[in-house]
Every structure is written in C-alpha cells, then in structure tokens.
C-alpha cells in the first residue's frame, strides 16, 4: 500500500524491478494475494484487491452441506466407505 506516485518515482529511478502490491500501475510487477483474488475472506477486502471469484462463499456453503449430511447420516454412503476382503474379515472374527 504505497501510493501510486511514489511507487512509480521509485521504479524510474532504479534499474532493478519493483513489484508492487497496492501501489498502482507503475511497478514492474504486481502481486495479489491468491486468497483476496479467489475472494477466500469475505470480512475484510482492501481497496487494492480485484476479486476474480468468490471462493469464500462457496467454501461456507459446503461447509454447511457436509455438515448438514454428516448429522443427518447421509455421509458417508457405502461408495465412500472402504471394506475388508472376506479373508481378511473373517481373521479378525477369530
């Protein structure tokens, strides 16, 4: 979070590369948290950030559903359960 005219006197007058997170278009480079860029959080969200998802929304929502499945017994179901060979069940019946 620099703003933008100092981020850009920086970058004209040095010879490396500056990468810039919230400090305009001037930089060489831009970095963007891949958490803000999904929209993993929805409670805070800086000026900077542009979300190209929302994540965050979709990861409560199945949250809810699995734990809704879970107390009313729906999972896991047989296909999601894994089982013994009969030889190996019948070892430990002995």
């Known amino acids: 979070m620099v703003p933008s005219e ?4 920086v970058t004209n007058s040095i010879s ?9 278009a001037e930089c060489d480079g831009q ?4 958490d803000d860029l ?6 805070f969200k800086p000026s900077f950030v542009r979300r190209y998802a929302e994540f965050g929304k979709e990861a409560d929502s199945a949250v809810k559903n699995y734990i ?13 359960s894994f089982y013994l060979s009969e030889a190996e069940a019948e070892k430990l019946r002995k």
């Open 6 to 9: 100092a981020a850009s006197l």
């Open 16 to 24: 490396i590369p500056t990468i810039g997170i919230g400090a305009g």
């Open 31 to 34: 970095i963007l948290v891949t």
């Open 38 to 43: 999904l929209g993993k959080f929805t409670d």
């Open 68 to 80: 809704f499945d879970v107390q009313n017994g729906n999972f896991p179901q047989l296909n999601e």
